[in-house]
């Protein structure tokens, strides 16, 4: 059991250049979550999603899009890299149980820009 | 708007001393849930405990218990029997619905070093 995996771990980007954050779970989970860490700042959401189709804003979004074509992947796309995207991020999934909420982080990707 | 406060940068603890950890929070929401996470130096976040809102007892895990008092707004996180491996940064967080972690507030987090 994988639980919420996340690739690359590491990335270096010029400005001006995109990529895509993978992110993929195998929990089956229904909500999956895009957050960065930034130093002193704690983890802010970026975008979240209730279910496969169905993507919404968290509190900083500018500049990142979000697909949910399956239940399993939620990849997080850079359209223009700047040196402000420079910071450490993570995918989260969870679900909701009985017991209340289980809730999991990938392994985080750690993103330069210069 | 919701908002988590997280008021000491860091703590120094004795081993085998018990802890608490601060958090105070503030939402209009009636129904909420709130979270403690650990963040150990190798950087993966890791889920310690949940409370609901609506939860009439206080949450416990093994040696993590969150102290729950509702009419001050505070949610702390107590480590009983402290250890090394406790060493950590710890994040507090709260959700708008009563289940689900889909959009979650973080504070800025508190920086434990366990004494040995």
């Known amino acids: 059991n994988a639980g919420v995996t996340q690739t690359p771990k590491f990335q270096v980007l010029k400005t001006g250049q995109s990529m895509t954050l993978q992110c993929a779970q195998d929990?089956?989970?229904?909500?999956m979550s895009w957050y960065r860490q930034d130093p002193g700042m704690g983890l802010r959401l970026i975008h979240y999603?209730?279910?496969?189709?169905?993507?919404d804003q968290g509190e900083v979004p500018n500049g990142y899009n979000v697909s949910r074509s399956t239940t399993e992947d939620f990849p997080l796309r850079l359209l223009s890299a700047a040196p402000s995207q420079t910071s450490v991020y993570f995918c989260?999934?969870?679900?909701?149980?009985?017991?209340?909420?289980?809730?999991?982080f990938g392994q985080g990707t750690r993103l330069t820009v210069v | 708007a919701q908002k988590i406060t997280q008021t000491q940068p860091g703590m120094f603890v004795q081993e085998k001393e018990a802890v608490t950890l601060d958090c105070t929070y503030d939402?209009?929401?009636?129904?909420?849930?709130l979270f403690w996470y650990k963040q150990p130096s190798s950087g993966e976040m890791i889920f310690l405990i949940y409370?609901?809102?609506?939860?009439?007892q206080n949450a416990t895990e093994g040696r993590y218990s969150l102290n729950f008092q509702k009419a001050r707004k505070s949610a702390n996180l107590v480590i009983s029997a402290s250890q090394l491996g406790d060493s950590a940064m710890y994040f507090c967080?709260?959700?708008?619905?009563?289940?689900?972690?889909?959009?979650?507030?973080f504070g800025t987090g508190t920086r434990l070093t366990i004494i040995p």
């Open positions: 989260a999934s969870s679900y909701r149980g009985q017991g209340g909420p289980e809730a999991f």
């Open positions: 929990m089956n989970h229904e909500y």
């Open positions: 999603s209730v279910g496969a189709g169905i993507t």
């Open positions: 939402t209009s929401d009636p129904s909420y849930g």
């Open positions: 409370q609901g809102s609506y939860d009439q």
């Open positions: 967080a709260m959700s708008s619905t009563n289940f689900g972690n889909e959009k979650l507030t």
